[in-house]
């Protein structure tokens, strides 16, 4: 390895968390029961550019200021996560304006367009007769998450990166 070469990977680990910066940390995430609800082991870790609102706020702002190498548990309340989960989320449609297939169930999760044309997850949560109850709250509203994360490194981001909001290359965007 050249002598540069292990001044920069010094850089690298040295760098303290903050808004700019590219983050790549290894994750468990767990419900309040301690079940796992989604995982980065055995697979790439999550990276995201500090400061963009790319991962849930309560998270990122317990990463604050952190360095390559720290290991943490970060309990994140609801409204610092996927927010609470709020009754007007949920709505009432006719079987006749949902696809025939596949056929509405509990659980089914569908595609929808909000009001102003953004993009909504629904989930079908119950059926009465012609009726589907639909869920448009995320799946992780109204639940504190628990995370344990171990971060793997840290850089400051590229201009490019600055400009378009989120990583690119390995682990990031690629355009």
């Known amino acids: 390895m050249p002598a540069d070469a292990s001044i920069e990977e010094t850089r690298l680990t040295m760098t303290t968390i903050a808004n700019g910066s590219v983050v790549?940390?290894?994750?468990?995430?767990?419900?309040?029961a301690g079940a796992v609800i989604d995982s980065s082991q055995g697979g790439a870790p999550m990276v995201y550019l500090h400061g963009n609102g790319n991962i849930v706020a309560g998270l990122e702002e317990a990463l604050h200021g952190k360095t390559a190498g720290a290991h943490l548990k970060v309990t994140v309340k609801p409204e610092d996560g996927y927010g609470e989960w709020r009754e007007e989320m949920v709505m009432k449609v006719a079987r006749g304006r949902l696809p025939k297939n596949p056929e509405p169930k509990v659980g089914l999760e569908l595609q929808g367009v909000g009001p102003g044309g953004e993009p909504l997850h629904l989930r079908v949560i119950a059926i009465e007769g012609d009726m589907i109850s639909l869920d448009a709250n995320h799946p992780l509203a109204g639940q504190e998450l628990h995370f344990d994360v171990s971060v793997q490194t840290v850089r400051?981001?590229?201009?490019?990166?600055?400009?378009?909001?989120?990583?690119?290359?390995?682990?990031g965007a690629h355009h």
């Open 156 to 171: 400051e981001a590229s201009e490019e990166e600055l400009a378009h909001g989120h990583v690119h290359g390995h682990g």
């Open 24 to 32: 790549a940390f290894e994750y468990t995430l767990r419900d309040g």
